[in-house]
């Protein structure tokens, strides 16, 4: 016998939609309670550890650079802004802020010499000498970390690796594959011939000399035609340690 | 840090590139003034007044990674130096250089200090003296060049502030000095 639709058979389905529907929102309200109690709980551990190790984080370049990543990974960036509870409780914000402004200075101040580009490791150096008075130490880590919250200044203030070393570019030359292989091929001595890099890559005689001297022209190579083979040699700056005075 | 004696070398000195001069103009314009600030310390220090571009300078010469000035790039440097008025060439074929690492006037101004500290005032020194006496010792002035003190006391004399005798020989040449 086929059972008709009535009112009866309506009203139980809409009261069962209600039914679920308020059970669904229980669910979710707990859920999201959870969440919150949660993310709270969260909160105050990561402020108790930040407050537990304050003196590690500004001090301990490796610390600091470990407590980033913890960061990292679950999605705080401490550097986002220089309000909120992050820079009072660390200053960790003033402390970037400064790196930069001390960045750009080195450069500025090594651009004649090195013609822009500068060695990560060597900034670093430079950084640290500065800082001596501050004493607390500066690790690369930090460096780009600095480096990476100039970029908003759109300055050009950049990184690139080339071969196994990372340099900071301060002025906005673009680099094309070719220089950029050149230079690699510079880390080995610091210098490089026009035999050498023809040789080397197996390039027709315009196009090493042209790199070069573009390279030249930039400021980034100098020439150096004393040595006893008579042979001109490119030196840069960049790629050689303690070039700068 | 490379040494010259007990002069403390620069980084840039141990960087061949250095030694050859650089076609590109900013290039070339810092290490003109890196070299040109090096001959001016090493000269004050060693108390070097004369360069003869011409014979062993031991600045123009890195041993160690076997470069030297050219000397194209020695004059280049020196003739830096000359229009800054840090130095004068002493000759019309740019074959020696006097180098002031103080200027003439800054010369008669340090003279007049000596003058005054030493109480020296209206009495008579020979230009030797000052020079090599005991009263200069341990002063800038002492082991000065002749030339150089000269045209410093011609200058003191100019304002008024000394005068100078004629002696005999060009040793016993005497300045008396009025406050």
Known sequence: ?245 | MQKLGDFKLPQFFNYPPYFTLQPVRDTREKQVQLWKELIIDYCKTQKIFVIGIEEEFPLFTNQVIERFLSHEAKETFLSALVSEGRAEWMDKGHKRCLILWHRIQEWADLIMRFVKETGLEDSVMTIEEIRSGIESRGTELHGMDRTVLTRALKLLEQKGKAAIFKGSSADDEGVKFSA
């Not at chain 1, 859920?31 to 407050?51: G, H, P, S």
């Open chain 1, 1 to 245: 016998m086929r059972r008709r639709p009535g009112i009866g058979g309506l009203q139980t389905a809409a009261a069962a939609r209600d039914q679920y529907r308020l059970l669904g929102e229980n669910v979710a309200k707990i859920r999201t309670d959870l969440m919150k109690e949660q993310l709270t709980t969260f909160r105050t551990q990561l402020e108790d550890f930040a407050r537990k190790h304050k003196n590690d984080i500004r001090k301990n370049p490796a610390f600091r650079s470990q407590f980033h990543e913890m960061c990292a990974k679950i999605g705080v960036d401490p550097l986002a802004s220089n309000k909120g509870f992050w820079a009072e409780l660390l200053g960790i914000g003033d402390f970037y802020y400064e790196l930069g402004v001390q960045i750009v200075d080195i450069c500025l101040a090594t651009r004649s010499l090195n013609g822009g580009l500068i060695n990560l490791q060597e900034l670093c150096t430079l950084l640290c000498q500065r800082r001596k008075a501050a004493r607390d130490s500066v690790s690369e880590d930090d460096c780009l970390r600095a480096i990476s919250k100039l970029k908003v200044l759109g300055s050009g203030f950049e990184v690139i690796s080339v071969g196994k070393k990372k340099l900071v570019r301060s002025v906005p030359t673009e680099l094309n594959k070719d220089h950029n292989e050149i230079l690699e091929l510079a880390q080995a001595q610091g210098y490089v011939t026009v035999e050498e890099v023809e040789r080397r890559f197996s390039w027709p005689s315009g196009r090493a000399t042209d790199a070069l001297e573009t390279l030249l022209e930039e400021g980034l190579a100098m020439i150096d035609d004393g040595h006893r083979d008579s042979k001109r040699r490119y030196w840069f700056p960049c790629v050689s340690v303690s070039a700068s005075a």
